[in-house]
């Protein structure tokens, strides 16, 4: 039956819903599944898949509650809600063409484009469509042809007058014929991948991985399209030699199994598959029916009483074509308990066992890959005739080999699965791509076992194959082999500068074979390109490093799952990002930013020398980059900030990072003298930017160390001697005199300290600050000073009180410093003023101040008096204020300034009460 026209379609704002109504329902069910099975998680973290973050948000439920109903509720679920909301639809079809179609695209997007620069999608012209319907039209089955027009192609006028012509309406009338013969299969027929020549230059950027820099432009060609291959036909669901009553069976229990209007319920079906075994007890096939009933139902698989082997083989082979058509996760889990089952059911003539091919991808997803080198052996790998085309099992089982061989991973039965592979392409006589292909990857198996010599005969065949496509990349595999290194990862550089060295050399030696490769026309280069990239970076020729690996760089993006594997990818972002390190450009920056970013988060740890020399690089040209490497270097690689960075780049940042240098184990470990140097250039470079925050900084790490150690305290007083001005401006006269004082007694020149004191007590009289005069006064008694006299008919006077009540201190404010020197201020209050207990509360400063202020208004009624530190925001501080009886404000960053605060805001605090 004719159906509406395109043009009509297309006009109706509900057109994508039109076109996923006419899929029958057991499709549309199995594309949801099958983008399930590709874990695309909105939240990687949650592990939220995204279809059930769509569940959530539609449903109004907890996510929780979605993830525990049974994945074929969910699947149908989304299904229901697809067909009544055209933006959950767009949101499946747009992921499944990216997901399983990604070739077809990029092609489409290519020849639409006619090779120039791609447009906004809204701006698309009738003749964009017009190059693309041909291109579609032979490369795309109909559903995913439509489903392009549709979902991939822009709602614009261009698009409107397009679907106007014939070959666009043909498209669509073939898409309602095939519709309607689906009516007993429902397998999506894969898209055609054609065989591309690329242009080196071509690039596809995955938007996972960091946008490339631009090197020198290349001539433009175009994509080059072979006839595409004929597709392989769908694997039978169940055995061939099926005869009528079991197709009426199995369409029998599949309508028990949906609920069907009229069908047998299933306790129905269950007694008449029973009685249909007791007629006919000595046709063992039956038994496949049973097994088949209770897998699409989900049962627990189980055997009848004197059921016998060739009996229960066909109730388990059943068993798994149903649980795989239900519920694809869990089949793989009865192996685990069924072995025995598996191992009798493989037992089964040969020409029943070509449907267990369906589950190939099942197999793979969950490793469980000697299950398929146990088929291969048994049973002949069906449609070999069409070996050569991506969507045919023999390809299917390559690939999953392939990837076993490149990560290493069961790679001894990766290698029986090639063998049977290319016995059973042989001896078809099929000696073409596939073929050439099976013969390099066992190469790189053997070369992994460092069989070099049988490798290398491996190679040298696949390369004498007629059309081998990949004839660039086993040229670089016989140079690799030749050099006696088992992988690409093999000759990655590393710290040691031996090995490195030797890298270099074997590289070297066999760098014919890696140039032969570059010859090759159309070709990939990439492996090629990546391996000159690691020779001529380690001959530090890093222009021509930075284009090889530039170029491996683009390969590896249009195989990033191949490359990926064993970090290569990574890696050559990281070995092309050092090379630009050595000529860097301010234009280039934003990009390498991406790139820095992007290695930060890689699970690879790269060189630390190379990180440092890529450090040092990037600090003459960049600040922000240089810290974020440090920064990363310091937190994930345990590394002594010491050891990474000079004073001078350690003073372009923050505060974080003078405390990460300054007391990193190594920097601590350093003579008093070496620190003292530091110190010195740490604070001219500061004095010299007019850091204030920096001097202050300084000054405290300066006092702290001369506190403790005599050596530095005999350099510290001739720093004070030669800078008193700054002394004087970051402390005030009194703590600096003080502190002076106190070093000349440290390093033993009593003779000069002691004339200071009286000076001293003088000022401290002078400002009413009694109590520290009365300090001083008893430390010039202790010393038995000469002019104690004088004093003393003063202080006799000024009559002291002996004991002062407690008082119970909040000090607010302060960061790590303060924190550094806390427990020191508290032992000087115990020995001094006894009376004076601190609570510390060194938040830091920080504008999300409200839970802090929330915590310590409820400390404030259990103290006496408040003391504010100027590490304090002022909206903070305001609110302390305003909920405190008593408060005082400190002005000291010290050690030294923040005690004589506490005493003197306790002093004051006593005396107003008094009065």
């Not at 379609?9 to 949801?32: C, D």
């Not at 016995?423 to 076992?449: F, S």
């Not at 008082?807 to 009376?835: A, M, W």
Request: hydrophobic residues 40%; contains cysteine.
């Amino acid at each position: 039956m004719q159906q509406s026209s395109l043009s009509e379609i297309s006009a109706k704002p509900q057109a994508l819903r039109m076109f996923w109504e006419l899929l029958s329902r057991q499709l549309r069910l199995e594309i949801i599944a099958k983008l399930y099975d590709q874990r695309d998680l909105i939240d990687k973290a949650s592990k939220i898949h995204r279809f059930d973050e769509i569940l959530m948000r539609r449903l109004n439920w907890r996510i929780i509650a979605v993830r525990q109903k049974q994945l074929t509720w969910r699947i149908d679920r989304l299904e229901s809600l697809a067909t009544a909301n055209p933006v959950i639809i767009h949101d499946i079809c747009h992921s499944y063409l990216k997901t399983f179609h990604t070739q077809l695209i990029e092609d489409i997007r290519q020849i639409g484009n006619d090779g120039q620069p791609d447009l906004p999608s809204n701006q698309y012209p009738a003749d964009w469509y017009m190059r693309v319907v041909e291109h579609l039209h032979l490369h795309a089955p109909p559903p995913i042809a439509v489903m392009c027009m549709f979902t991939l192609f822009s709602d614009c006028p261009g698009r409107t007058e397009a679907f106007t012509a014939a070959r666009y309406e043909q498209i669509w009338q073939e898409h309602g014929a095939w519709c309607a013969a689906q009516s007993e299969t429902f397998a999506l027929p894969p898209a055609e991948t054609p065989v591309v020549a690329v242009d080196d230059a071509q690039t596809v950027v995955p938007v996972s991985s960091p946008s490339p820099i631009p090197i020198k432009p290349k001539p433009e060609r175009k994509v080059v399209v072979q006839k595409p291959l004929d597709p392989p036909p769908t694997l039978p669901p169940w055995p061939q030699h099926f005869g009528a009553l079991d197709r009426l069976l199995i369409r029998a229990i599949n309508e028990s199994v949906s609920d069907i209007n009229g069908a047998l319920v299933p306790d129905e079906m269950e007694r008449a598959l029973h009685q249909l075994l007791r007629l006919n007890s000595e046709i063992p096939a039956y038994y496949f029916h049973l097994g088949y009933f209770h897998g699409l139902r989900g049962i627990r698989f189980s055997v009848e009483k004197h059921q016998s082997n060739m009996a229960q083989a066909w109730a388990y082979y059943g068993y798994l074509i149903g649980l795989w058509r239900e519920n694809h996760e869990v089949v793989v889990d009865t192996f685990v308990a069924h072995k025995k089952y598996w191992l009798q059911l493989l037992t089964l003539p040969v020409e029943l066992l070509e449907p267990l091919y369906l589950l190939l991808t099942t197999f793979a997803q969950r490793e469980v890959y000697q299950h398929i080198a146990e088929l291969l052996e048994r049973c002949p790998i069906p449609h070999l005739a069409f070996a050569e085309h991506p969507q045919s099992v023999p390809y299917q089982i390559y690939s999953i080999a392939a990837d076993l061989v490149r990560r290493s991973e069961s790679s001894d039965i990766a290698d029986r699965i090639l063998q049977e592979l290319v016995r059973q392409l042989h001896a078809a006589g099929i000696e073409r791509d596939l073929y050439a292909r099976c013969l390099r990857k066992r190469g790189q198996h053997l070369r992994r076992k460092r069989r070099f010599t049988q490798a290398s005969e491996l190679f040298d065949l696949a390369i004498s194959v007629h059309d081998f496509s990949e004839v660039s990349q086993t040229y670089a595999d016989i140079g690799l082999t030749l050099a006696k290194y088992t992988a690409l990862d093999s000759i990655l550089p590393g710290d040691d500068k031996d090995q490195n060295r030797m890298i270099r050399v074997a590289l070297e030696s066999q760098k014919q074979h890696f140039l032969s490769a570059l010859q090759v026309p159309n070709a990939d280069y990439t492996n090629a390109q990546f391996i000159l990239g690691i020779l001529e970076t380690a001959n530090h020729h890093s222009a021509q490093a930075f284009e090889y690996l530039h170029e491996a760089r683009q390969g590896m993006e249009r195989q990033l799952d191949a490359y990926k594997a064993r970090g290569l990818y990574d890696w050559t972002v990281f070995l092309r990002l050092r090379a630009w390190s050595f000529k860097p450009s301010a234009e280039d920056i934003s990009a390498i930013h991406k790139d820095v970013n992007y290695i930060i988060l890689s699970d690879v740890l790269f060189p630390i020398s190379h990180w440092l020399d890529m450090y040092h690089n990037l600090a003459k040209i960049d600040a922000g980059v240089a810290r974020d490497v440090m920064q990363h270097l310091f937190n994930y690689r345990d590394l002594d900030l010491y050891s990474i960075c000079t004073v001078d780049e350690v003073m372009r940042y923050g505060a974080e990072i003078w405390h990460r240098y300054f007391h990193s184990e190594q920097f601590v470990r350093l003579s008093a003298s070496a620190r003292y140097e530091h110190y010195i250039n740490a604070m001219q470079i500061a004095v010299a930017n007019e850091n204030d925050q920096a001097c202050e900084y300084l000054l405290d790490l300066l006092e702290m160390n001369a506190s403790s150690n005599s050596e530095f305290a005999t350099l510290m007083a001739k720093f004070i001697d030669d800078n008193h001005a700054i002394f004087v401006q970051m402390w005030g006269e009194t703590d600096t005199l003080e502190m002076h004082i106190q070093l000349l007694f440290m390093i033993g020149k009593h003779d000069i300290a002691m004339p200071l004191l009286p000076k001293l007590c003088n000022i401290y009289i002078g400002q009413r600050t009694m109590q520290r005069a009365r300090a001083v006064y008893e430390w010039m008694k202790q010393l038995r000073h000469p002019e104690c006299p004088q004093y003393h008919q003063f202080f006799t006077v000024y009559v002291m009180p002996e004991s002062l009540r407690p008082c119970r201190v909040l000090y607010i404010g302060g960061n790590e410093t303060q924190q550094s020197f806390k427990e020191q201020i508290d032992e000087r209050l115990k020995s001094t003023h006894p009376h004076i207990s601190v609570t510390w509360e060194l938040i830091g400063w920080k504008s999300n101040w409200d839970k802090d202020a929330e915590r310590i208004e409820r400390e404030i009624p259990q103290h006496d008096l408040v003391v504010l530190s100027p590490y304090v925001r002022t909206l903070f501080g305001r609110h302390i204020r305003s909920v405190s009886k008593n408060w005082r404000s400190s002005t000291g960053k010290g050690q030294g300034r923040i005690f004589n605060d506490i005493v003197e805001a306790v002093q004051s605090y006593q005396d107003s009460e008094t009065v």
